[in-house]
DNA sequence: ACCTGAACACCGTTCAAGT
DNA sequence: ACCTGAACACCGTTCAAGT
């Protein structure tokens, strides 16, 4: 039951190699496989290429993973650009939802967004990209912050959507990875289903494990987004 | 004026090769020039060995890093065993700096403490150690919350530590680290000291670049730990 | 017991060469 | 104009061999 779907020119591109084509497909391989697979040769063959075919439209693999990012966050200005807000709280509430959907949907790709060196120390990720950065600034700016404000609002902005988002996303991405050790059966003091870990029998951990194991992702962030817009609102104010 | 100090078992260790001391010195290497640039054949240059003998204290390059983040993290423990606290909230705040002093003391490792895939589900980064996270859970239990706000605290404990620590570390290291590319000098509509970014002429983020690119580090990080115990203690009290 | 040489299967990237 | 073969300088890791 494989979805087939939209990606009906996935390898062999029949001679048709192109800069978009070379993202595109660079970021789904990342999408499956992590960018740590990613190679050159592999992504080439994916395209039914030589390696050095790549090279024509980019200037090599950092230049792939850079535009993977900056594809992804083109997406975000985009919707941004689509549904505008009528209040800043609605603006940061809708931002704030479109990257956690991004970070959701390419939770392999998403720390490469996140952690990636910025190329400027005011590009804070995961809000690593001009444009993104431009509309948050003349957005708040247009509801009245003034300019300490509004740069102190994207810094706990981004510190917020960083703390909570990459975890997430790597425990998301997680299920979603391949198996990559066959699971030693010899391990378990009990029954342990957490990899190579070994838990002392009498340990908080052990007896916390399931609640700490919960998956509350969702309803956390939007708490800690609430504090948040709270908290400026506070600043605001005064 | 270079320091020399406490490293005079830096190379060629005359034959007295030990796990400890390939730690030890890959911690120092992933310092300089950052994990990437680690290889298993320039580890074992720095300390007067082949690559190959390696293989006798340590499992592979991953094991390498697995280690240097345990290293990092058993200092966290030691500082929190020999300074105990009297409440939550100051056992909190020394872990909070403990947690922030390492990662200034070494930006070029912290990210590895920050985002290599934890254990299992429940060892959140930073706290990515099943000791550290054992004493957290254990000291709040002492201090007599219930399991559910533990639980809780954890939770947006290691999401704060992770967003606002991450990105400082980025930035100090980013200072730290050696110029990559000896700067083109063609690029700039402005005086662009930010690398290969081209700021259009009148956009907000020029205009705030250089309040954006202040440091405010260690303010932040203070103000949103206490605004986090403050969440905290509404909720205790509730 | 501890270290190593040689080898294998991979990398990213360059460049001259093919069509 | 677009793609490639061959080559270079690197990787991590294995294994049989040295001392």
Known sequence: MEQVGSSERNRRSARGLSRDLVVDSALRFIDLHGAQ???MRKLAQDLGVEAMSLYRYVTGREDILEAVVTRLLGGVTEAL??????????????????????????????????????????????????????HFLTTLTGFGFDDDRVVGVYRSFTSFLLGHLLLEAALHGAETSPVEEPMDEGDAQVGNRDADVVLPADSEVLRLRDKLSEDHGEEEFEIALETLLDRIELQVSQ
């Open 37 to 39: 697979g990613l190679s």
């Open 81 to 134: 650009d689509t549904q505008l807000a009528q209040t800043w709280q609605g603006y940061l509430q809708t931002l704030a939802h479109t990257v956690r959907d991004l970070a959701m949907q390419h939770p392999r790709a998403f720390p490469l967004v996140a952690t990636r060196h910025p190329a400027a120390p005011w590009l804070r990720p995961p809000l690593r990209s001009l444009d993104v950065v431009e």
